[in-house]
């Protein structure tokens, strides 16, 4: 038991370390390396609007967040020392009377004409960089997208194509429907958005490669929950817990609760979430003269409504932040019509489950309805930045319907086929 706890304790520490090590590593690229990519990716972005809608101009769910991406560009270009691993310098948007400026005219001043940075964003680990910076050695911004887009597919592949091999193919129908219903056309062209599902995709690989293997599944999720922190902008977190918990679930047959594999299961993953953002909050505190804890702290109070933020008014309510995000889903008249359809569904497959099986059974499945509870909880939790930015943080919603159509699949004889094993 000590052992455990200490292991925990260490674990973020070490975590931590590492990944200000890997940040400094790349720092020692030289700046002429990638003075090239990164002049052409600040021009790119300057010629594109800060968030377009390439495919569907009127629905929201088609949006990217180019000023996020320009923030990933520059603070890339921009890590040249260890200071800069942990303070994340940038050039801030220079207001001039008259004229509408963006982050994008910042980078281009930045990059171009070799303007100073002005402004600290200590508040992420900005762990991309670790990825991205040596990728500006070969590829501008839109290139350098192209080549993360085929990453996000080709692991969305392996990892549907590891469920159906093991699990069946209508549990990997069920996990590939729920992912188109979040768009992963616009997901996989986003630096902000694949870190997320990239991350998501590993962890379900890893937990189906390793299911025969004996070792401590909730210091993985510990894992899983320290890497969202470290390369996450906070776009869908809980996916990552919530869709490798979904694969476990469908693993771990012969567990004794499900309900208590969730529990724990969720509490490692958020205390690897929390605890790798603490560290890295005292590592600024310590290592510069900038107080990191309060900073972050300060924020997130904010975020969630305790602290009051200047510019960010509105009344940000759990129900009205469901209604936005589902409305990215469903936009329009159509949503009332989805709902209930999903309602149904839920209702439907438990009578089924439970006519068939019995009450034990539908307790049983009814973990996935649990999981799938999970963004909903996390957006009431989070109701401001989700109301706000809703057209990308509507995503965790793929856990809500992997959940839901994994539940579905237990009232069907579909559940025990695989058609790759005969």
């Not at 700046?31 to 594109?48: F, H, I, R, Y």
């Not at 967040?65 to 603070?75: C, R, S, V, Y």
């Not at 109701?383 to 237990?410: D, K, M, N, S, W």
Request: glycine share 6%; charged share 15%; proline share 4%.
């Amino acid at each position: 038991m000590k052992k455990n706890i200490l292991k925990y304790i260490a674990a973020p520490v070490i975590a931590g370390a590492v990944g200000l090590v890997l940040l400094f590593m790349v720092s020692l690229i030289p700046q002429s390396m990638v003075q090239k990519n990164a002049s052409a990716s600040a021009n790119q972005l300057d010629a594109d609007s800060m968030i377009p809608r390439y495919i569907n101009f009127w629905d929201w769910s088609y949006a990217f967040d180019n000023h996020t991406d320009t923030l990933i560009m520059m603070e890339s270009y921009n890590l040249e020392s260890f200071s800069d691993a942990l303070l994340n310098p940038y050039r801030n948007v220079q207001k001039y009377e008259g004229e509408e400026t963006y982050l994008s005219d910042a980078f281009v001043e930045r990059v171009d004409e070799g303007a100073e940075n002005d402004t600290v964003y200590v508040r992420y680990w900005q762990g991309f960089r670790i990825f991205i910076r040596p990728m500006l050695v070969l590829f501008p911004y839109f290139q350098l997208r192209q080549v993360v887009s085929w990453v996000f597919f080709a692991l969305m592949f392996f990892m549907l194509a590891a469920v159906a091999e093991r699990k069946g193919i209508f549990a990997s129908l069920c996990i590939g429907l729920a992912i188109i219903l979040v768009n992963p056309s616009i997901i996989s062209h986003s630096l902000q958005y694949t870190p997320c599902f990239i991350i998501s995709f590993v962890a379900m690989l890893f937990l189906l490669f390793t299911e025969n293997l004996n070792f401590d599944r909730g210091l993985a999720f510990c894992t899983f929950g320290m890497l969202t922190q470290f390369f996450d902008f906070y776009t869908a977190p809980i996916a990552v817990c919530g869709l490798p918990l979904l694969v476990w679930l469908m693993i771990d047959e012969s567990g004794k609760c499900k309900y208590k594999t969730i529990l724990k299961s969720f509490a490692a993953w958020i205390y690897g979430y929390v605890s790798i953002w603490i560290v890295k909050l005292v590592f600024v505190t310590l290592f510069t003269d900038v107080n990191g804890l309060a900073d972050g702290i300060g924020s997130f109070l904010g975020r969630i409504g305790v602290k009051e933020v200047e510019n960010i008014k509105g009344e940000y309510t759990p129900l009205g932040a469901f209604v936005t995000v589902w409305d990215m889903v469903t936009p329009g008249a159509t949503g009332a019509i989805a709902l209930a359809a999903v309602v149904l569904l839920v209702a439907v497959s438990a009578f089924v489950i439970w006519k068939k099986h019995g009450i034990k059974q539908l307790a049983e499945s009814g973990a996935y309805l649990a999981v799938a509870a999970m963004p909903i909880i996390w957006f009431s939790a989070a109701c401001q930045p989700t109301t706000i930015h809703a057209y990308f943080q509507y995503r965790p919603l793929v856990v809500f319907f992997a959940g839901i159509f994994l539940f579905a699949l237990e009232a069907t004889p579909f559940k025990e086929r695989n058609f790759l094993r005969r």
